[in-house]
């Protein structure tokens, strides 16, 4: 394989959609990424200690194995997802450029061995990404019928390890309830 298409593999997560809307059209895998990458880059201002080249690493690479697995909603997570998205990281490892492969392949163990501060924190900001997002696309929330309980079950224990993130998140709350887009 010529080392264009080796490259162009990784284009390919511009093209999964996730189940996130923005302007009544889903959401792409890269654009979740730079959305998150983003919010990781506000929230290292305000969290010292932590290494930011290693947080932008892990959550570029995080979602990678999309490209083949396709994005599963939180809820709808299985043993089968992760299996699939197992496979799916090492067939992708095998054809993107070999430059790329061993780390790709190292933040994606990292991310899942979920060890180290900056791994935990690139979880955070991964959950914490399509709750902002709802705030102004608000069709797959209430189609999913988020409920405050719900947003604290599938969010709140990422965020635990960093107090500024919680202060945050009840902040997203009070503002989810304003708009309604969580019962009071």
């Known amino acids: 394989m010529h080392e264009i298409d080796q490259l162009y593999e990784l284009y390919k997560l511009k093209q999964v959609n996730r189940k996130t809307v923005i302007l009544k059209r889903n959401e792409s895998t890269a654009e979740h ?85 900056e791994a935990k924190f690139a979880k955070a900001m991964d959950k914490l990404d399509p709750p902002i997002n709802e705030l102004y696309n608000m069709h797959k929330w209430k189609e999913y019928g988020y409920t405050e309980k719900m947003l604290r079950k599938t969010k709140e224990k990422y965020l635990l390890p960093f107090p500024e993130l919680i202060d945050f998140f009840e902040e997203m709350i009070i503002e989810y309830k304003k708009r309604g887009l969580i019962k009071k």
């Open 33 to 117: 990424i730079y959305s998150t990458i983003m919010l990781a880059k506000y929230f290292l201002k305000k969290i010292k200690d932590l290494d930011e080249n290693k947080v932008i690493n892990l959550i570029l690479y995080h979602d990678l194995c999309e490209i083949y697995a396709g994005d599963t909603f939180t809820s709808e997570r299985t043993e089968i997802t992760n299996r699939k998205e197992q496979e799916a990281t090492i067939k992708l490892s095998k054809i993107i450029p070999t430059e790329l492969s061993k780390e790709f392949l190292d933040y994606w163990n990292e991310w899942l061995a979920q060890e180290t501060n």
